[in-house]
């Protein structure tokens, strides 16, 4: 019976799963925080362009 429990690799797949979600979850987290900061950062630009354009009439 302990040796058939140590064979049994059933638990092993859903921890493999989970580590694979995990690290997709990661990728996709900090793909959206840099595009959120170079989004910000564009948006701030068009702004101040905006703010100067305005300025200058």
């Known amino acids: ?3 058939r429990f140590l064979k049994d690799e059933s638990g ?3 921890i493999e ?3 694979i ?3 997709i979850a990661v990728a996709i987290i900090g793909g959206v925080s840099a595009l959120g900061t ?3 950062a564009t ?3 068009v702004s101040t362009e905006i703010a100067n ?3 200058a009439q």
Do not use: D, E
């Open 12 to 14: 092993a797949t859903a």
């Open 53 to 55: 354009a305005n300025a």
């Open 1 to 3: 019976m302990f040796a």
């Open 21 to 23: 979600a995990a690290l």
């Open 38 to 40: 170079n989004a910000n």
């Open 43 to 45: 948006f701030s630009k």
């Open 17 to 19: 799963y989970g580590l």
